[in-house]
């Protein structure tokens, strides 16, 4: 994780941004280190799907209001 071998405060930021960043379309694929950052907190952040399922929905509305 971000600061040591346990979740913390940064991670739920860290991932609040990434999340969004994929919502809004962007691949991070080439970035392996942050997608396997990535894979371990989702499975250790607790109610990750629902937040996740919430920023692909804003995502959506986003890219319409934006034209993209």
């Known amino acids: 994780f971000s600061a040591g071998d346990?979740?913390?405060l940064a991670d739920f930021s860290i991932?609040?941004?990434?999340?969004?960043v994929e919502?809004?379309?962007h691949k991070l694929n080439k970035f392996t280190l942050v997608k396997a950052y990535m894979g371990?907190?989702?499975?250790?952040?607790?109610g990750y799907k629902e937040n996740e399922e919430g920023a692909k929905a804003f995502g959506v509305i986003a890219r319409q209001k934006l034209g993209r």
């Open 6 to 8: 346990t979740l913390s």
């Open 15 to 20: 991932m609040a941004t990434l999340t969004t």
């Open 23 to 25: 919502a809004f379309g």
């Open 40 to 46: 371990r907190c989702k499975e250790e952040i607790k």
